[in-house]
């Protein structure tokens, strides 16, 4: 059989198909059924909260920050350029401006210059931060990149002294926390006004597709939880005093994800067993390094990021992703900035400049939780070899 050796999948080795067929059996596979209580409560456990609500998708779990958030039309947002596109739509979805923001070498949000816009373009007027156009600066999502905590030290006291929310997209940084400092023991997504957690396919755990979110405010979360269900006042006669969504979490998800929960930390142990097995293997390799995250954190290292030397690269990350998948070994690009995207065009760019060099640089490499020390020893054999190729490539060219 020919050699494939997968960038992310899910993993299934617990009660998933136990509890799945249980749901199914109790007939209970919509928005109602113990297992999204269930799911709700161990996250809530996990995540040392006194509450979390289970939704839909991370899409839905940030559009529902937003909303809570009192974001309305015309309202700026601050968002990173450099992620998945998800973490800005909603601000669409709210008839709200984004501002992109460039990352610093974590590839997270770049708390320094959060602090310029505010401070250059920016003036407080009543305790709200009023961009020089006139409109509010209301909310700034701030993601967690691959697992790796942004500087919420930093963002905390920013938000704070600018007064606008902070919302934590921590859909790929369940399990993510500090080790040190004034948040030692603070999980990411449980820092800042909300958290919002994903559990797509992909992620590091997966209900097919859903999400959670939590937030410092009790009464918020409860708010969600009821504006995620249509806004249902009475139980008897169908009674809304709210517009409300159809986003809550169905039980056969819930089913899965109670299962995934009970597997969490071992799927986090082997992420960061791998990963340092992938730093060694590419240690003092000329032609790409595996990324560090942040000190005074542990991370779940939920993907890895390989900086490789494009400027001794004869080609692009394209071609080297296209090189790889033809030797078995499935690779990703980070991500297209956002703010070149189409519907972003005409969007407020705010100093972007590492962006544009991380987004032409970072390999996404195999980090799935199954994948075996042999295959990873595969992998980097493949990936040196084609990047050394290119180079060669590139000297013989000049
Ligand atoms: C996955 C992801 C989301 C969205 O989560 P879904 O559950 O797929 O809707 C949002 N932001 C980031 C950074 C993500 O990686």
Not at 330 to 350: E, N, S, V
Request: glycine letters at 8%; charged letters at 25%.
């Amino acid at each position: 059989m020919e050699k494939f050796i997968p960038l992310s999948i899910p993993n299934f080795e617990g009660n998933e198909r136990k509890y799945v067929d249980d749901a199914i059996e109790q007939g209970w596979v919509s928005t109602g059924g113990a297992y999204i209580n269930d799911l709700e409560k161990k996250l809530a456990e996990y995540l040392h909260v006194d509450d979390v609500v289970a939704c839909q998708s991370g899409t839905s779990g940030i559009h529902m920050a937003l909303v809570e958030s009192g974001v309305r039309p015309g309202d700026m947002v601050i968002v990173p350029t450099l992620t998945f596109i998800a973490a800005v739509n909603p601000v669409k979805y709210q008839f709200a401006v984004p501002v992109f923001m460039d990352c610093d070498d974590s590839l997270c949000m770049d708390p320094n210059k959060v602090e310029q816009f505010c401070q250059e373009e920016c003036t407080i007027v009543d305790d709200q931060l009023i961009h020089k156009t006139g409109a509010i600066v209301k909310a700034l999502v701030i993601v967690h990149v691959f697992g790796n905590l942004a500087d919420m030290e930093r963002f905390v006291w920013l938000a704070q002294r600018y007064h606008f929310i902070l919302i934590e997209d921590a859909t790929e940084a369940l399990g993510t926390r500090y080790n040190d400092g004034i948040y030692k023991g603070k999980y990411a997504g449980t820092i800042g006004d909300f958290g919002v957690y994903s559990f797509n396919g992909n992620k590091i755990i997966t209900t097919g597709g859903g999400g959670a979110i939590t937030a410092k405010d009790l009464k918020r979360v409860a708010h969600i939880r009821y504006l995620s269900t249509q806004a249902k006042d009475d139980p008897y006669n169908y009674i809304h005093n709210e517009v409300g969504y159809n986003y809550r979490m169905t039980n056969v998800q819930a089913a899965l994800g109670v299962a995934q929960m009970e597997e969490l930390e071992s799927f986090i142990f082997r992420k960061q067993k791998n990963y340092e097995l992938y730093k060694r293997l590419f240690a003092d390799f000329r032609y790409g390094k595996i990324k560090e995250f942040r000190q005074g954190t542990v991370s779940n290292k939920w993907f890895y990021s390989l900086e490789i030397a494009m400027n001794e690269m004869s080609c692009s990350l394209r071609d080297i992703i296209i090189k790889l998948g033809e030797r078995g070994v499935q690779t990703r690009a980070i991500w297209g900035l956002i703010h070149k995207q189409k519907p972003y065009q005409d969007a407020i760019l705010y100093r972007l400049e590492k962006s544009n060099y991380y987004s032409s640089c970072i390999l996404n490499v195999p980090c799935s939780t199954q994948i075996t020390e042999e295959e990873i020893r595969y992998v980097v054999i493949q990936i040196k070899d084609v990047l050394e190729e290119f180079a060669d490539e590139k000297r013989s060219n000049h």
